[in-house]
């Protein structure tokens, strides 16, 4: 066998939060020989790509935002209680500078493959313009909302005004003054909707699904406020990194059932009044995602709101959601109060279907056609693998991770793939339920603390092994039973896309939970995988 020594050590896959941090603590802090790639003109992932009008964080800010930089996290980012997309994307840039990476990100490069050789014990990722780089190991942290989904819907190419997807929203596009429709009313819809309404001549929401929302208590900071978070900001993280979802507040222990009506209530109205979607289902009550009697209480009040804010009667009922309130929890600032205004409208797809896309808009089965010049697809994603699932990517034995993932996506810890060595997930399938930033630094600390062990132990082969990730995917799948986010079809269960097989794609004991276990395969010498030399692992993988 001839030695060929690879081109880098590390190949990072995206400049979003995920890849930046993973080549900073690749890089900087293990002193590895780092290059990131991106298709993306600019960093920043997800905010690079999601421009559209009203785009924000949903978690809160305080907690959307990296840890590990000591310097700046006593300091919020912007002005607000959520993070705007410009704001966010000056953050991450300041990031990027301050930490001397972006001359390792080479940007407007798409990866189309990723193979592994087991004689060399490297990865060959070769870009749409058909470069080809070699590494010893790579991260793809392409991000679990990436994938755009767009319906098909029939005349949709013969719309003439202009047809766009949230998440790729043109620099050129103004919509102040226009006609404008928008499908889709989850957490990006419902953002734009709140947005768009303040500056469009008229808006026509198509409503696939009525939304469970609640306000968002979104408004600058005091500078008191500022003041309090910079002298107790390290307590707020200590209540991150031990909490359920990492949103910088402590769940609830109480069962909303053990309550009377009128204290449920009044928790719930306090809840309200404060603003946010997670503290909404998770710091009221404790069983909010898991009974459903509990959970009926938060939608029926909900659904109360709804009805006292919405004057017409007849938009109030399309309005009211139903079902389980189990999709990724939704909060803006006015959602409902934007139907009140005059030049906006709700067509329930429910109950009048699309019929066609049409030269001029959308005609509707009840032989209405809105005219439109701009048609917005808040659609969603093919969430978690769908990125993967583009690409062509062939780990050990030529597998490809198309026919890996033949019976549904899974993986060990949420970080790597049986069959697939020396690969790291950020965000992949099976992963934590937590808010992003926190948990992308919980993974990416975890995994360079692994190669750092397997590299120190002269060891440079990493493999997960096949009972490993059959039984964390399974864990996951028995978790996600207990869980109503498993009854109701969304992205985080892959009931959103036609035909793809329905799977929890979390470990949605939490973030707190998540850690532990991280901490217990760690102290078990990281139980679960296989280090080798790449000769040494020939060897046993022909035994």
Not at 92 to 110: A, C, N, P, Y
Not at 111 to 119: A, C, G, K, R
Not at 299 to 327: C, H, N, Q, W
Not at 417 to 425: A, I, L, Q, S
Request: aromatic share 12%; glycine share 10%; charged share 25%.
């Amino acid at each position: 066998m001839v030695d060929r020594p690879p081109e880098f050590d590390a190949i990072v896959i995206g400049a979003g939060m995920g890849g930046i941090y993973a080549l900073h603590k690749l890089r900087n802090e293990l002193g590895l020989d780092v290059r990131a790639f991106d298709r993306a003109a600019g960093i920043g992932g997800t905010w690079w790509w999601n421009r559209y009008p009203g785009a924000k964080s949903d978690s809160e800010g305080l907690v959307y935002r990296f840890s590990f930089d000591k310097d700046t996290i006593a300091e919020p980012v912007g002005d607000n209680r959520y993070i705007d997309q410009a704001d966010m994307q000056a953050y991450l840039e300041s990031v990027v500078d301050k930490f001397g990476l972006r001359e390792h990100i080479q940007l407007d490069t798409s990866i189309d493959s990723m193979v592994f050789d087991e004689v060399q014990g490297t990865w060959t990722v070769t870009t749409g313009e058909g470069e080809s780089h070699t590494a010893r190991f790579v991260v793809t942290a392409l991000g679990p909302l990436s994938a755009v989904y767009v319906p098909d819907i029939k005349g949709r190419d013969s719309f003439r005004g202009r047809l766009v997807h949230t998440a790729a929203w043109p620099a050129d596009l103004s919509i102040e003054g226009k006609r404008v429709g928008v499908v889709g009313t989850g957490s990006t819809g419902t953002q734009f909707i709140c947005a768009a309404a303040k500056t469009v001549d008229r808006l026509t929401v198509f409503q696939r699904t009525a939304q469970y929302c609640v306000p968002n208590g979104n408004r600058p900071f005091t500078e008191e406020e500022k003041a309090e978070y910079r002298a107790n900001h390290q307590d707020v993280w200590a209540e991150v990194w031990t909490s359920y979802v990492g949103g910088g507040f402590r769940e609830s222990q109480v069962a909303a059932m053990s309550v009377s009506e009128e204290e449920r209530r009044r928790i719930f109205q306090a809840a309200w009044d404060k603003g946010n979607a997670f503290r909404f289902m998770l710091e009221t009550f404790s069983d909010i995602a898991r009974d459903p009697a509990a959970n009926e209480a938060a939608g029926e009040f909900i659904r109360s709101k709804i009805k006292e804010i919405v004057k017409d009667p007849e938009t109030a009922r399309k309005l009211m959601p139903s079902g389980y309130y189990a999709r990724r929890p939704v909060s803006n600032e006015d959602y409902y109060e934007v139907f009140n205004q005059d030049n906006v409208s709700l067509v329930s797809l429910k109950e009048t279907p699309i019929r066609e896309i049409t030269p001029n808009g959308v005609l509707t089965e009840d032989g209405v056609e809105h005219e439109l010049d701009v048609l917005v697809f808040a659609t969603g994603f093919d969430a978690f693998d769908g990125t993967y699932r583009q690409m062509d990517i062939r780990g050990r034995g030529g597998v490809t991770i198309q026919e890996h993932w033949k019976d549904g996506s899974g993986s060990y810890l949420g970080m790597s793939c049986h069959r697939f060595p020396n690969m790291f997930m950020v965000f992949g399938p099976c992963t934590v339920f937590s808010n992003l930033p926190p948990g992308i630094e919980t993974q990416v600390d975890w995994f360079a603390g692994l190669i750092k062990t397997a590299l120190d132990d002269g060891k440079s082969w990493i493999e997960a092994t096949e009972d490993a990730e059959r039984t964390w995917t399974t864990t996951c799948d028995q978790i996600a039973e207990h869980s109503l986010f498993s009854k109701v079809d969304s992205f985080i269960n892959g009931g959103n896309i036609p035909g793809k097989k329905k799977r929890l794609q979390f470990y949605v004991a939490g973030l707190a939970a998540y850690r532990k276990k991280l901490e217990e395969v760690m102290g078990a010498g990281y139980e679960g995988f296989v280090l080798d030399a790449p000769a040494e692992s020939q060897d046993r993988q022909m035994a």
